[in-house]
């Protein structure tokens, strides 16, 4: 009896571990499924629970999602041979980096995308999300001034580009922190990364900026993403009164240990 009880018991238990599983993974906002493309869209918690906010990254991720299903399918009308084993994989994730003096809320943008080639790729871009004005902002209003190869932004890349050192280093990546593979960031602010204000140990704060990097972008495809970080006090020079007012404190531990 006692063994017809655990034959019994075992799978019982597996499938609610499989119920359970199911109901805590996210659901997707939106998808696409064809023979061609299966894409989904994904907002966090607190992307939702702004409705400006999740309207704006629902609005574009959409427009993602039709673009690559419309391109999906021209593929598969061409060359329908490179289908055989499945069509593509599309995901989109938006998720809260920080949200500093209850106004301003960092958003990181991770895309994966298996198009059948040698292997997946991905991409990250940042939004900076202004709660008062309901719109998406840079970071110009944080500084003085942001002209191309201006003082702010010299001294930014500058510290962008010694981060990403320290960051390969640890990587035992010592031989890609190169002029070669950085030459492709500029003193702009188109140019020199996709950026988000830093969570901070102050409550209410931002500890500087981080720049988000994809594969490819600043090393190999096998180094993955980057992440380099900007302590607000090398920028102090160059702050507005707004600039000064959201920065301060320092980068916790857990940030910095979290990075891709």
């Known amino acids: 009896m006692a063994t017809c009880l655990r034959s019994s018991v075992i799978p019982?238990?597996?499938?609610?571990?499989?119920?359970?599983?199911l109901a805590a993974a996210p659901k997707p906002e939106a998808t696409v499924k064809t023979k061609a493309i299966e894409a989904s869209l994904y907002l966090d918690d607190r992307i939702k629970a702004d409705a400006a906010?999740?309207?704006?990254?629902?609005?574009?991720?959409?427009?993602?999602?039709?673009?690559?299903a419309a391109e999906a399918a021209s593929e598969l009308k061409q060359?329908?041979?490179?289908?055989r084993d499945g069509g593509w994989s599309f995901e989109r994730k938006y998720s809260v980096?920080?949200?500093?003096?209850?106004?301003?809320?960092?958003?990181?943008?991770?895309?994966?995308m298996d198009t059948r080639g040698a292997h997946p790729n991905t991409d990250v871009n940042t939004i900076l999300w202004d709660r008062a004005e309901k719109k998406r902002i840079s970071i110009r209003p944080f500084f003085n001034e942001t002209a191309d190869?201006?003082?702010?932004?010299?001294?930014?890349?500058?510290?962008?580009?010694?981060?990403l050192r320290v960051e390969k280093k640890k990587r035992d990546a010592g031989d890609t922190a190169t002029a070669?593979?950085?030459?492709?960031?500029?003193?702009?602010?188109?140019?020199?990364?996709?950026?988000?204000?830093a969570p901070s140990t102050e409550a209410g704060k931002s500890s500087g900026l981080t720049f988000h990097y994809p594969p490819y972008a600043v090393g190999p495809y096998v180094e993955g993403q980057y992440v380099a970080f900007v302590p607000w006090e090398t920028l102090k020079p160059y702050l507005t009164?707004?600039?000064?007012?959201?920065?301060?404190?320092?980068?916790?531990k857990d940030d910095e240990e979290e990075q891709p």
Do not use: H
Not at 12 to 21: D, E, K, N, R
Not at 97 to 112: L, M, N, Q, T
């Open 12 to 21: 019982l238990l597996g499938l609610l571990f499989v119920q359970s599983a």
């Open 53 to 68: 906010l999740a309207a704006d990254c629902l609005a574009e991720g959409k427009k993602w999602l039709d673009k690559n």
């Open 79 to 83: 060359d329908p041979q490179f289908f």
């Open 97 to 112: 980096r920080s949200a500093v003096g209850d106004r301003y809320v960092s958003i990181v943008r991770d895309d994966y």
């Open 149 to 163: 190869n201006g003082p702010t932004m010299t001294a930014m890349l500058k510290a962008v580009i010694a981060s």
């Open 180 to 197: 070669e593979w950085f030459k492709g960031l500029e003193p702009n602010l188109l140019k020199i990364g996709a950026v988000t204000l």
């Open 241 to 252: 009164a707004e600039g000064t007012r959201i920065f301060g404190g320092s980068r916790p």
